[in-house]
C-alpha cells in the first residue's frame, strides 16, 4: 500500500493564532520600511507591540488552557494545543527579537540624529540629573509603594500590563556586609507618561524612561538597604473572558464582572529587561507559574507600546508623516441643505478616504428638527468624545423615540461602552445590548 500523496495529508486550513502573527509581523514590517518617516516607523513599532499584548491576553491564554487542561483537540490546521503553542512561543519570540533589533539598531539611533535622544540617567548631564532629582521627590516619590517578597507571604498582586521594578537588595551591617538578601517590587504609576523631558534646546530634545527614572532613586525607598538589582518587568493576564447573559441589567452586571476578571487573570507572560539575574528571573517566573518559554527578555524598554504616544508629541523634531485628512464629497450639499437633498436620493461614501462629518451632520440636524419622530442606531465602538453620542443624548432630552443598539462586548471597549449606555439612558434613550 502506499501512503497519501503530499497533498492529501497536509492540511486544507492555516491555523487562525499564527496567521495573525503573520498579520501582526507585517506591522512589523511598516516599522522597518525605510522609506517611512521615522516617528511614523515608531508608530508602526508601538502598534506591533499594542497588538501583541492583545494576542497573549487572548489567543494564547485560550491555547494556554487547553494545554494545561490536557484536552484532546486538533486546530483545523491539525494540531494539538501543545504543538500550537510551541508554535506560537517560536513565532512570538522571533517577532520580539526582530522587533528590539529594530528599535536598537535602527530606530533608536535614527531618532539621535534627528535630534531626539532617550537617555539612561547615566547619561544626564548635571542640570539635567538635578531636575529629575526634583521632579522624583515631588511628583513620583509620593505614590511609589514597595511590596515586599517573602516565601512565608502570599506573592503581591502584579496588576495586568503595569511596568515594575523587581528589587534585589541587601541589608546594611553595621561592621562586615550583611550576607542576607531580600526581595520587593514596585509598581511604577500607571497614569504617568512613559517618558520624562529633562532637557532640550532648539531643534533637540532629551528623555529619560520612567522606570530609569524610579531606578535610580530606589534607595529613597529601601532605608537601610543596597540596591543591589533593579529590573523593569511586566505581566501579561488571561483577558478571555465571556458571558453568556441575555438580560439586559445581567448583561451590564455580568460585563462589570469580566472587566474585574482581568485584573486577575491568570499569568500567561512574563517580560523582563534582558540584564536581570537568572536568580531575580527565576524567582518571579515561580512565583508567577509561569513556564521558562513563557518569559521574554528585552533587550530593550520593556513595553515598547509606549512608542505609539511618544511619536505623537508634537515638539519632536524628528520627520513624521504628512498628515492627510479626509476628503469633503463634492456631491454633498452644504449645511442644513443635506436634509432635503437626502429626500430625493440616496449619498455612498467612502470611509476613511472621505469625511465623516456629513453623517455626525445629519444625526445633529435629526436631533433637533421636530419632524424627525425617532432614531435608531447601532453602536459597536465609538471615542471617548463622541459627537454622535451628544446628538443621540440630545435627540432623547428634545422628546424623540431613540433607540440605540450597543454591543457591550466589544472586547477592550466593554467599559466604555457600559458607561455610553447609562449616559444614554439617563438622557431618555431607550438601548438594548447586542
Not at 32 to 40: C, G, K, M, Q, V
Not at 62 to 74: D, F, K, P, W, Y
Not at 350 to 355: Q, R, T
Request: charged fraction near 30%.
Amino acid at each position: 500500500m502506499t501512503g497519501p500523496s503530499p497533498s492529501e495529508s497536509e492540511p486544507r486550513y492555516l491555523d487562525r493564532a499564527l496567521t495573525w502573527l503573520g498579520f501582526n509581523g507585517r506591522v512589523l514590517e511598516e516599522a522597518a520600511d525605510p522609506s517611512n518617516p521615522i516617528l511614523e516607523r515608531l508608530r508602526f513599532l508601538g502598534i506591533f507591540a499594542s497588538n501583541l499584548d492583545e494576542f497573549f491576553m487572548i489567543r494564547v491564554a485560550g491555547v494556554r488552557e487547553l494545554v494545561i487542561g490536557n484536552v484532546a483537540h486538533r486546530t483545523t490546521g491539525g494540531l494539538t494545543p501543545q504543538d500550537l503553542m510551541e508554535r506560537i512561543a517560536l513565532r512570538a519570540r522571533e517577532l520580539v527579537g526582530q522587533a528590539y533589533t529594530l528599535w536598537e539598531r535602527e530606530l533608536n539611533p535614527a531618532l539621535r540624529e534627528a535630534g531626539v535622544h532617550v537617555l539612561r540617567a547615566s547619561e544626564l548631564e548635571s542640570k539635567e540629573r538635578a531636575f529629575l532629582d526634583r521632579l522624583f521627590a515631588r511628583e513620583i516619590h509620593p505614590i511609589l509603594t514597595p511590596a515586599a517578597i517573602d516565601p512565608a507571604l502570599p506573592f503581591p498582586r502584579v496588576v495586568n500590563l503595569a511596568l515594575h521594578l523587581a528589587v534585589r537588595l541587601k541589608r546594611e551591617g553595621d561592621g562586615e556586609p550583611s550576607t542576607e538578601e531580600r526581595f520587593a517590587i514596585v509598581q511604577l504609576p500607571r497614569l504617568s507618561p512613559r517618558w520624562i523631558q529633562v532637557g532640550g534646546t532648539t531643534g533637540g530634545a532629551r528623555f529619560v524612561l520612567l522606570e530609569d527614572a524610579a531606578r535610580e532613586h530606589l534607595g529613597q525607598l529601601f532605608a537601610g538597604y543596597t540596591v543591589q538589582e533593579a529590573v523593569a518587568f511586566r505581566v501579561t493576564r488571561d483577558a478571555d473572558f465571556a458571558t453568556d447573559d441575555q438580560e439586559a441589567e445581567d448583561l451590564v452586571d455580568a460585563v462589570k464582572q469580566v472587566l474585574r476578571q482581568r485584573m486577575q487573570g491568570d499569568p500567561v507572560r512574563l517580560e523582563i529587561e534582558d540584564r536581570a539575574s537568572e536568580e531575580l528571573t527565576t524567582r518571579l517566573r515561580q512565583s508567577l507559574e509561569l513556564e521558562p518559554h513563557e518569559v521574554y527578555r528585552a533587550p530593550g524598554p520593556v513595553d515598547l507600546k509606549f512608542l505609539l504616544d511618544f511619536a505623537r508629541l508634537s515638539s519632536l523634531p524628528a520627520p513624521r508623516a504628512t498628515p492627510w485628512p479626509p476628503q469633503g464629497t463634492p456631491d454633498i450639499p452644504p449645511g442644513e441643505a443635506l436634509w432635503d437633498e437626502l429626500q430625493e436620493r440616496d449619498f455612498l461614501l467612502f470611509h476613511p478616504y472621505e469625511s465623516f462629518e456629513p453623517v455626525l451632520r445629519l444625526l445633529r440636524l435629526a436631533s433637533e428638527d421636530p419632524s424627525v419622530l425617532a432614531i435608531k442606531q447601532v453602536l459597536y465602538r465609538t471615542s471617548s468624545t463622541s459627537e454622535i453620542i451628544r446628538s443621540l443624548e440630545r435627540a432623547a432630552q428634545n422628546g424623540k423615540q431613540v433607540t440605540v443598539l450597543i454591543e457591550l462586548q466589544a472586547r477592550f471597549d466593554e467599559e466604555r461602552n457600559v458607561n455610553w449606555a447609562r449616559r444614554l439612558e439617563d438622557a431618555g434613550a431607550q438601548v438594548l445590548y447586542g
